[in-house]
């Protein structure tokens, strides 16, 4: 295990859109790691994320992603992206249909994954309701379930537990732990401490424009000395 390559390089990249956000950001994500992404609002997380998952040109260097182009990468997008007048099944089933194109049958499997998905989020009985009527908290449950569904090689999560109030966010991380287990790494932009502490296994870190990598310990042993 220790001889594979890792799923995702970033070579002294450049992050921007006019202006550069954060320059000099060199790291690597190998199989297991689940990085939080920190930073103050407006410093670049987001941009960062989108320019790993190629929806924003690197203003410089390069994003090396060693993962299956064909459903290897998901995505949980800060505004995340549904399609608002379908029903919550169709939604999910887009993760499942990601990494199994119907194409190819495996109908009954996408069935087992999606319903699978809908009950560790807990939102079965929503399946046939339009993502429309939803609430902001089961809005970000539906767009988990459809990550869960996929079970992506590499998942980047953008805030994927904000508006979720205290008992679904319980749900939400055992679900995507569970994906964790099975063999996800992650990205995820995260502001909770406790939620950092639980999951992540590094941190990098922008500020002014610059970009730090650190082990998790390394990171504890920072915020201990702030306090
Ligand atoms: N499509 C865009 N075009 C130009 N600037 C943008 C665009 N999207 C975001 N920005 C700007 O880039 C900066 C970083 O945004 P973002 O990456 O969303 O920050 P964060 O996720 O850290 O809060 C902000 O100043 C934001 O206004
Ligand atoms: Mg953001």
Redesign the pocket.
């Known amino acids: 295990m220790g001889q594979d390559r890792p799923l995702l390089v970033l070579e002294n990249l450049s992050i921007?859109?006019?202006a550069v956000?954060a320059s000099e950001i060199s790291a690597r994500i190998n199989a297991g790691e689940v990085i939080a992404v920190l930073?103050?609002?407006?410093?670049?997380?987001?941009?960062?994320?989108?320019t790993i998952a190629g929806l924003i040109e690197p203003i410089g260097g390069r994003v090396d992603l060693h993962v299956d182009r064909r459903g290897g990468l998901g995505y949980i997008p800060?505004k995340l992206g549904l399609v608002r007048h379908a029903s919550v099944y169709h939604n999910v089933n887009l993760g499942a249909r990601a990494s199994l194109p119907v194409l190819q049958g495996g109908s009954e499997e996408r069935k087992k994954r999606v319903n699978s998905a809908l009950i560790a989020l807990g939102i079965e009985e929503k399946t046939t309701e339009p993502v429309r009527r939803l609430s902001g908290g089961q809005l970000r449950r539906v767009a988990t379930a459809r990550a869960l569904a996929q079970r992506p090689s590499l998942l980047l999560a953008?805030e994927f537990l904000s508006e979720l109030d205290h008992n679904t966010v319980d749900v939400v991380i055992a679900a995507v732990k569970e994906m964790l287990d099975a063999g996800t790494s992650m990205v995820m932009?995260e502001h909770h401490e406790e939620n950092v502490a639980l999951l992540a296994t590094r941190v990098w870190l922008?500020e002014d424009e610059k970009f730090y990598d650190f082990s998790i310990d390394e990171w504890r042993e920072r915020v201990g000395e702030e306090e």
Request: hydrophobic share 30%; no cysteine; glycine share 20%.
């Open positions: 921007g859109y006019n956000l930073g103050p609002s407006g410093v670049g997380k987001t941009t960062l994320v989108r800060q953008d932009v922008i």
